[in-house]
């Protein structure tokens, strides 16, 4: 039993550096749609801000399941056919940018109003404001449920092998119908994501320590 | 002797602007011009619009009518009456020639004592960080804390904290400087070191503009006072016809007694 899952453990470091790679192309994507929408929906104007609420909203509400399906099954409709591992990244992208979304909005929102005005009156431009006065202090508010978020779409990445994708799960799950040995494969497998969002925490943890600074 | 007959164009010149939030006017054409090197201390009632006129002067709000010249130079319209409001780029610009320090200090927390006075100098000013902070090292002495270069504003004492509020904004030498109820956050035994910052700037020339509830500082420390009330300027002049109590300008008369009253 332990030879055989020896004999497969190559192939499962392929399906797990796949899910790395869908993990991180999310979370990359996800972050820069994410804050840049996230930026509009806190400074844009009206029609931009309810474009971004509107998109929010919708793809917070609806299962990451049915938004893969979707995006994989229902957008060759409209003639946009995706490969199914960039279907399956799109679809993870857009549920995980809504969160950061909503992420960026709460930790800029709790940066008082003032800090904006001093930003202004010592003449930094927009930008300016944002890079050297805002973002700074919301990032200690931002970090926290972002790296839990990172750890989700590390987690949530598993449902690309929905797809016939084969990421970590999937490669697991091939293992077990040659091996008939699921259990140890399963565990084997719970242990590997484990150590990688335990690993993601601590990080998580160290970087939020160093990004403290007292608030009056 | 020069003869010279022709009016020195003010520093600050603001004529008939009014404002208005939704349906209540809070500013009713203002009108108040301050030459250079002059302080003008603001005084009025709590909601007389005094914040909201420092804050149109430097284009944090905008206004609804009139206009307002700075060196010349209309602030947050473009030049020639079309109202059209100036670029982002533009306005700030424009704002880093005003300095404002703000009743709640607004010091940025991630950033030291240096480090605040250092932000615009940098990032506006284009000067290198070790010009900057040799510029904030002097102001922070001028301030008296010079010692205090290195520390978090969360450490430092609300006097000292609103001296580098000040540090901040007079180290981008603003043309004008505009200073809104800086003391009003502080518990009395702070204020006199603040005030005392405030003077020592008037007798090197800066020109300010400061909304106060210090009478004495406002009597000894100013060349006129204006007298605000429910959005108009209701009393202009010099602090000794101001603050006469024989004024008989009714709601100035009043608003005095009310302060005595009060405060003594
Ligand atoms: N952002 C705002 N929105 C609506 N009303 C405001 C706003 N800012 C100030 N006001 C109102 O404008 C009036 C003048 O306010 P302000 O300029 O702060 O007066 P002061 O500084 O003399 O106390 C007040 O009635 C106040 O409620
Ligand atoms: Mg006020």
């Given at each position: 039993m332990l030879g055989q899952i020896i004999y497969a453990l190559p192939f499962l470091a392929e399906g797990f550096a796949l899910t790395l790679w869908v993990s991180f192309l999310v979370v990359l994507f996800s972050l820069m749609a994410g804050v840049i929408l996230g930026v509009g929906l806190v400074y844009g104007p009206v029609p931009l801000r309810w474009a971004v609420r509107i998109f929010s909203d919708t793809i917070r509400g609806i299962p990451i399941l049915v938004l893969i399906f979707f995006v994989y099954y229902g957008l060759p409709a409209i003639g946009l056919h995706?490969?199914?591992?960039?279907?399956?990244?799109?679809?993870?992208?857009?549920?995980?940018?809504?969160?950061?979304?909503?992420?960026?909005?709460?930790?800029?929102?709790?940066?008082?109003?003032?800090?904006?005005?001093?930003?202004?009156?010592?003449?930094?431009?927009?930008?300016?404001?944002?890079?050297?006065?805002?973002?700074?202090?919301?990032?200690?508010?931002?970090?926290?449920?972002?790296?839990?978020?990172?750890?989700?779409?590390?987690?949530?990445?598993?449902?690309?092998?929905?797809?016939?994708?084969?990421?970590?799960?999937?490669?697991i799950n091939q293992?077990?119908?040659?091996?008939?040995?699921?259990?140890?494969?399963?565990?084997?497998?719970?242990l590997i994501y484990f150590a990688v969002n335990y690993t993601l925490s601590l990080a998580s943890r160290r970087l939020e320590r160093r990004f403290t600074f007292i608030r009056e | 002797m020069a003869t010279n007959t022709q009016e020195i164009p003010a520093l600050l010149d603001v004529r008939d602007v009014s404002k208005a939030f939704g349906t209540v006017q809070v500013l009713r054409s203002v009108s108040l011009k301050v030459?250079?090197?002059?302080?003008?201390?603001?005084?009025?009632?709590?909601?007389?619009?005094?914040?909201?006129?420092?804050?149109?002067?430097?284009?944090?709000?905008?206004?609804?009518?009139?206009?307002?010249?700075?060196?010349?130079?209309?602030?947050?319209?473009?030049?020639?009456?079309?109202?059209?409001?100036?670029?982002?780029?533009?306005?700030?610009?424009?704002?880093?020639?005003?300095?404002?320090?703000?009743?709640?200090?607004?010091?940025?927390?991630?950033?030291?004592?240096?480090?605040?006075?250092?932000?615009?100098?940098?990032?506006?000013?284009?000067?290198?960080?070790?010009?900057?902070?040799?510029?904030?090292?002097?102001?922070?002495?001028?301030?008296?804390?010079?010692?205090?270069?290195?520390?978090l504003p969360a450490e430092l004492s609300g006097g000292q904290q609103q001296r580098v509020g000040i540090a901040r904004a007079v180290a981008m030498e603003p043309k004008i400087l505009l200073l809104d109820e800086i003391t009003s956050a502080l518990d009395p035994e702070l204020v006199g070191e603040v005030l005392e910052v405030v003077r020592g700037l008037a007798q090197d020339g800066m020109t300010m503009v400061m909304v106060t509830h210090e009478m004495a500082f406002a009597r000894d420390a100013s060349s006129r006072i204006v007298f605000m009330a429910d959005g108009g300027v209701s009393a202009i002049g010099p602090p000794r016809d101001i603050l006469a109590a024989e004024t008989d300008n009714e709601r100035l008369r009043s608003f005095l007694a009310r302060f005595r009253a009060s405060h003594f």
């Amino acid at each position: 039993m332990l030879g055989q899952i020896i004999y497969a453990l190559p192939f499962l470091a392929e399906g797990f550096a796949l899910t790395l790679w869908v993990s991180f192309l999310v979370v990359l994507f996800s972050l820069m749609a994410g804050v840049i929408l996230g930026v509009g929906l806190v400074y844009g104007p009206v029609p931009l801000r309810w474009a971004v609420r509107i998109f929010s909203d919708t793809i917070r509400g609806i299962p990451i399941l049915v938004l893969i399906f979707f995006v994989y099954y229902g957008l060759p409709a409209i003639g946009l056919h995706l490969p199914s591992f960039w279907a399956a990244v799109t679809a993870l992208t857009l549920f995980k940018t809504a969160q950061v979304v909503e992420y960026l909005r709460g930790a800029v929102g709790s940066i008082p109003r003032g800090q904006t005005e001093a930003a202004m009156a010592i003449g930094l431009t927009f930008r300016q404001q944002l890079t050297s006065v805002i973002f700074p202090q919301a990032f200690r508010r931002f970090l926290p449920p972002w790296i839990n978020g990172v750890t989700d779409a590390v987690k949530g990445s598993a449902l690309v092998s929905l797809l016939g994708i084969t990421d970590l799960m999937q490669a697991i799950n091939q293992v077990i119908g040659r091996t008939y040995e699921a259990m140890p494969l399963y565990i084997l497998g719970a242990l590997i994501y484990f150590a990688v969002n335990y690993t993601l925490s601590l990080a998580s943890r160290r970087l939020e320590r160093r990004f403290t600074f007292i608030r009056e | 002797m020069a003869t010279n007959t022709q009016e020195i164009p003010a520093l600050l010149d603001v004529r008939d602007v009014s404002k208005a939030f939704g349906t209540v006017q809070v500013l009713r054409s203002v009108s108040l011009k301050v030459s250079r090197g002059e302080v003008v201390t603001v005084i009025g009632p709590s909601g007389s619009g005094k914040t909201t006129l420092l804050r149109c002067v430097n284009f944090l709000e905008s206004y609804d009518s009139g206009s307002i010249r700075i060196d010349g130079k209309e602030v947050g319209f473009r030049e020639g009456g079309s109202r059209q409001r100036r670029g982002e780029r533009d306005l700030a610009a424009m704002r880093a020639e005003t300095g404002m320090v703000f009743q709640s200090f607004n010091l940025f927390p991630h950033l030291t004592a240096a480090g605040n006075i250092m932000l615009g100098l940098t990032k506006v000013r284009g000067k290198s960080t070790a010009e900057a902070r040799s510029i904030a090292e002097h102001w922070l002495g001028r301030v008296g804390l010079g010692h205090k270069a290195d520390s978090l504003p969360a450490e430092l004492s609300g006097g000292q904290q609103q001296r580098v509020g000040i540090a901040r904004a007079v180290a981008m030498e603003p043309k004008i400087l505009l200073l809104d109820e800086i003391t009003s956050a502080l518990d009395p035994e702070l204020v006199g070191e603040v005030l005392e910052v405030v003077r020592g700037l008037a007798q090197d020339g800066m020109t300010m503009v400061m909304v106060t509830h210090e009478m004495a500082f406002a009597r000894d420390a100013s060349s006129r006072i204006v007298f605000m009330a429910d959005g108009g300027v209701s009393a202009i002049g010099p602090p000794r016809d101001i603050l006469a109590a024989e004024t008989d300008n009714e709601r100035l008369r009043s608003f005095l007694a009310r302060f005595r009253a009060s405060h003594f």
